[in-house]
């Protein structure tokens, strides 16, 4: 790579700073890092390689004081040391690029982070030829108040990834059309060594070519165009429970993505949203309803029929039944998720005061407040005591 200009090839300026080269190195990095390409075509992936190996030599170069002195100088980071031979070199701190006592020209944290990160993305990347689960998949799936009640069956349609089932994941012709990697002899690992002002540092990462996979492909597979998995939808039914709420969700385990280089697959998550009812509100498994009075239901007291999921039930309203009254109609509630028995239905009383009263009726509840004691009103007593 002696004859590309390196500062071209990172996009800076010759005079550019440590921290100049850094950010533009971790930008091209990031740009043409070879995990992005894994989906892309052949000459993609190649010419993607090629510059990141072009972007990782150019800063290995600039990023190191002496390297980039012999380069400014000879056009070769193998050019000889300036100051090697006088007084110039690294007596007195006056090396490491000539900026003199406290500047040694290197950046800790570049040095650190090229170590420990190297060129193949990290630590987990270097599990990149182990089995890698699949990911889930999540869908929801709405239901009515009545579905959710008493649990149904759902045909869903979704896509997901598979392994190919012609190559059997490994993305070559019949599953066979592979050689082993001769960048890392099958390790799917390679060794990057930089240089630093406190030594020579070597760490593990990636292999650019294969991509950690120790194999490269010969010929791809024709099905999933060397990808080793292809899309594809399914129809899965799903058993709703009885007695599911809204935000619930129903798992289904190897249902979801499938895995690479033998993993197994993700789970699909199904999660639940179900539609209000008109007249039912849900607190878990017990329903509540509103139930509207007239004044003389709720002071002589009737019988009224209630709605619920399934028959209908009777309830007797006693007399002076006030507003806000709340009754129990037992096991008429849903279905409890983890259990046999049902909740409870509360009904809650609502006295409804008549609008728009003619003047024939006004004049009878005039004559009948009269008619009424104080006792039979102990709330309005006790509060006017309380005045």
């Given amino acids: 790579m002696a ?15 440590n921290d100049e080269l850094k950010s533009a190195y971790r930008k ?15 000459a993609e992936r190649k010419n993607a390689e090629e510059k990141f190996k072009e972007i990782n030599h150019a800063y290995d170069v600039l990023s190191d004081a002496d390297k ?3 380069y400014d100088a000879y056009g070769s980071e193998n050019g000889p040391t300036p100051g090697a031979g006088g007084s110039g070199g690294f007596g007195g701190f006056g090396g490491f690029g000539g900026q003199g006592a406290g500047g040694f020209g290197f950046d800790m944290d570049d040095i650190f982070s090229s170590i420990f990160s190297g060129f193949g993305g990290g630590r987990a990347q270097t599990r990149a030829n182990g089995p890698q689960r699949g990911s889930d998949i999540r869908i929801g799936l709405s239901l009515t108040f009545e579905e959710a009640a008493f649990g149904t069956k759902k045909t869903i349609s979704v896509k997901r990834i598979e392994v190919c089932a012609d190559c059997n994941g490994t993305g070559a012709k019949d599953g066979k059309a592979y050689k082993v990697c001769t960048n890392c002899h099958g390790t799917g690992q390679v060794t990057h060594t930089q240089r630093t002002p406190f030594g020579q540092f070597s760490s593990m990462g990636v292999c650019p070519v294969c991509k950690g996979r120790g194999k490269v492909i010969t010929e791809v597979c024709k099905s999933c165009g060397g990808q080793g998995r292809v899309e594809r939808t399914r129809e899965i039914v799903v058993n709703v429970p009885a007695g599911i709420d809204n935000g619930q ?29 008109k007249i039912f509100r849900r607190s878990g498994s017990d ?30 309203i006693p007399e002076g039944t006030q507003n806000g009254t709340i009754f129990k109609l037992k096991n008429c509630g849903i279905k409890k998720l983890r259990g046999s028995d049902n909740g409870d239905l509360y009904v809650k009383a ?21 008619a ?8 309005k007593k006790e509060y006017k005591e309380k005045l």
């Fill in 372 to 379: 009424f004691d104080v006792k039979q009103f102990p709330r």
């Fill in 249 to 277: 969700t129903i798992t289904y385990a190897g249902e979801g993505n499938g895995g690479r280089n033998g993993g197994e697959r993700g789970s699909l998550v199904v999660e639940i949203a179900v539609r209000p009812h």
């Fill in 287 to 316: 329903l509540q309803l509103e139930l509207p009075l007239t004044i003389a239901e709720a002071a002589l007291g009737c019988t009224v029929m209630i709605p619920t999921l399934k028959n209908p039930q009777e309830l007797k």
């Fill in 3 to 17: 004859d590309k200009d390196y500062y071209e090839i990172l996009g800076v300026d010759k005079k550019a700073t």
């Fill in 28 to 42: 091209l990095a990031k740009k043409y890092h070879p995990d992005l390409y894994t989906s892309a075509s052949e």
């Fill in 350 to 370: 609502v006295v409804e005061v008549p609008k728009s009263l003619s003047r024939e009726q006004k004049e009878l509840l005039r004559k009948l407040d009269v």
């Fill in 68 to 70: 980039r002195a012999a």
